[in-house]
């Protein structure tokens, strides 16, 4: 089912993977690269989906009354992490998709928790903790519920950290010194315990993901109050370049396992769709 995504004047050529009239978002590549991973509201509240590369046989995971969200694969075995409001706070859970049973990450912290990552090493996972909506730090902890650790703690929002290939980092947003709601871009070495700033406060910057070499980040950013586009730089933040021109937003990249394509999430007709964009394939 896949269909040709609204046309650019620049960049590279796109498919749009996923066409109906509810939201699709949060898409990845499992490591072989031949199924993709998402969340969608398409059943009337938010649940776990995979289709083929080509956004064939969309099929649901888990049947459930719950917002099961932000699915997130496990590099090295079949099993999915997400999170889910099922026991009232939310949640970090584990769906292992050859026995089809659920196991909850048991965290000793009584908020929300969210935005679960795999570290490379498929043993530990990175996720955000809410003190409050204004005060979201970053933690760490195995799957099975050891090593709990804090990474980054201040009194900002911290949303969203990804391990970086190699696992000795972690990339993510916030609005850290910043004024109003700008976001920017923050990796911090795991092993030296040091920060640094991708990205400028005049950008509104979100969403980073590594690439599976390590040598780039894609993102996206709102400059000078336009939509979000989708941006390629460094992972030292040099050479940014811009990589989608569309007049709509686009949100949350993710690359291929070879790092020849991007999925994003792209508005189109008021809800979110799955596109890729071709790397090697430019207009």
Same mark, same amino acid.
């Given at each position: 089912?896949?269909?040709?995504? =609204? ?6 050529? &796109? ?30 509240? %938010? ?25 997130? %694969? ?8 997400? &999170? ?53 730090? =970053? ?8 090593? +709990? ?28 010194? /910043? ?9 911090? /070495? ?36 336009? +939509? ?20 709509? &937003?686009?949100?949350?990249?993710? %690359? ?17 769709? =799955? ?9």
């Amino acid at each position: 089912m896949s269909h040709c995504c =609204i046309a650019q004047t620049n960049g590279y050529k &796109e498919v749009q993977l996923t066409d109906n009239t509810f939201d699709n978002r949060y898409a990845s590549y499992n490591k072989s690269g031949d199924l993709i991973l998402f969340e969608s509201n398409r059943d009337g509240h %938010w649940q776990i989906y995979t289709m083929d590369v080509n956004g064939n046989h969309q099929k649901r995971l888990i049947n459930s009354i719950y917002n099961d969200r932000r699915p997130a %694969w496990n590099p090295l075995k079949n099993i999915v992490l997400f &999170e889910s409001d099922r026991s009232g706070t939310n949640e970090l859970y584990k769906l292992y998709l050859d026995t089809n049973t659920i196991q909850k990450i048991p965290i000793s912290l009584n908020g929300n928790k969210s935005f679960g990552q795999f570290a490379p090493n498929g043993v530990d996972v990175v996720f955000n903790y809410e003190n409050t909506s204004e005060d979201i730090d =970053i933690y760490s902890i195995t799957h099975n519920g050891k090593r +709990q650790k804090m990474l980054v703690d201040d009194t900002y929002k911290k949303l969203r950290p990804i391990f970086s290939p190699k696992g000795n980092s972690i990339v993510y947003f916030t609005n850290k010194n /910043n004024t109003g709601d700008t976001d920017v871009i923050y990796v911090y /070495n795991l092993f030296l315990k040091e920060k640094n700033k991708l990205t400028y406060f005049k950008d509104q910057s979100q969403h980073p993901a590594y690439s599976n070499n390590g040598r780039r980040i894609a993102y996206s950013t709102s400059y000078k109050d336009e +939509q979000p586009e989708i941006y390629i730089m460094d992972s030292d933040g040099d050479n940014k370049k811009r990589i989608t021109f569309n007049d709509t &937003e686009d949100i949350l990249p993710h %690359w291929s396992p070879k790092d020849i394509n991007i999925l994003v999430s792209r508005l189109i007709n008021n809800n979110y769709q =799955i596109c890729k964009i071709l790397l090697k394939e430019p207009l």
